[in-house]
């Protein structure tokens, strides 16, 4: 079972929470029904991640070969550092896939798979090769204009619109990655509770902060 499964409900509301904060405050795409899937019960969903005996397994209408596609966007996003491993690392792509499957009314789906299609779309367009064929460097400059418009959309967007399929792609990659464990351990500090009670902790410039603990 992956990382993002082993979450308990309220540890995946809390970091839908606290991602948010990462996002300057905005509700995550979903709103209401993402929180209700994240607090109920419900079935094991099924091992996303490959192993020596088990292999990928489709997660409702995303292939393989999509949660790939979203594994090289997310660490697009998130690229390995000398800190901290990528995104991809964290296996974000089939997160991503999962909670879209799982919390995304059938009007938000479409539009996130309508934005892959766009996204390989301009990738073709831009530079000529698909976006798994592109360069790092060419990703990067995709991605950078994406973000740019889905910012500019935000500003004028009025509370019925459609969310910009860019915005919940990458609220979804900066949710998965922050609650792996490679998130956790690697791009944050984290240290197992209960522990000793220090109300105020010395900060210096430039260290990771604090993993949150739900």
Same mark, same amino acid.
């Given at each position: 079972?992956?990382?993002?499964?082993?979450?308990?409900?309220?540890?995946?509301?809390?970091?839908?929470?606290?991602?948010?904060?990462?996002?300057?405050?905005?509700?995550?795409?979903?709103? !209401?029904?993402?929180?209700? /899937?994240? *607090?109920?019960?419900?079935?094991? $969903?099924?091992?996303? %991640?490959?192993?020596? #005996?088990? @292999?990928?397994?489709?997660?409702?209408?995303?292939?393989?070969?999509?949660?790939?596609?979203?594994?090289?966007?997310?660490?697009?996003?998130?690229?390995?550092?000398?800190? !901290?491993?990528?995104?991809? /690392?964290? *296996?974000?792509?089939?997160?991503? $896939?999962?909670?879209? %499957?799982?919390?995304? #009314?059938? @009007?938000?789906?479409?539009?996130?798979?309508?934005?892959?299609?766009?996204?390989?779309?301009?990738?073709?367009?831009?530079?000529?090769?698909?976006?798994?064929?592109?360069?790092?460097?060419?990703?990067? /400059?995709?991605?950078?204009?994406?973000?740019?418009?889905?910012?500019?959309?935000?500003?004028?967007?009025?509370?019925?619109?459609?969310?910009?399929?860019?915005?919940?792609?990458?609220?979804?990659?900066?949710?998965?990655?922050?609650?792996?464990?490679?998130?956790?351990?690697?791009?944050?500090?984290?240290?197992?509770?209960?522990?000793?009670?220090?109300?105020?902790?010395?900060?210096?410039?430039?260290?990771?902060?604090?993993?949150?603990?739900?």
């Amino acid at each position: 079972m992956t990382d993002f499964e082993k979450l308990s409900g309220i540890d995946r509301r809390e970091a839908i929470k606290r991602v948010s904060v990462l996002l300057g405050g905005v509700a995550f795409v979903g709103g !209401s029904s993402l929180m209700t /899937a994240c *607090a109920g019960d419900r079935p094991p $969903a099924a091992d996303t %991640t490959a192993s020596a #005996t088990t @292999a990928p397994a489709p997660i409702g209408e995303f292939t393989v070969a999509d949660q790939q596609y979203l594994d090289e966007v997310a660490d697009t996003i998130l690229p390995t550092t000398p800190k !901290s491993p990528g995104a991809k /690392a964290a *296996a974000t792509g089939p997160f991503m $896939a999962l909670m879209v %499957t799982d919390t995304y #009314t059938p @009007a938000d789906q479409k539009i996130f798979r309508d934005g892959m299609t766009a996204l390989e779309t301009a990738c073709k367009a831009a530079h000529g090769v698909g976006f798994m064929q592109a360069t790092p460097e060419q990703r990067t /400059a995709l991605l950078t204009t994406l973000d740019a418009e889905q910012h500019a959309y935000q500003k004028t967007r009025k509370p019925d619109a459609p969310q910009h399929s860019f915005r919940m792609m990458k609220e979804l990659a900066m949710l998965g990655f922050f609650t792996s464990e490679i998130g956790y351990t690697k791009a944050m500090r984290y240290k197992e509770t209960p522990g000793k009670y220090e109300p105020c902790v010395p900060y210096v410039a430039g260290e990771t902060s604090w993993a949150s603990h739900a």
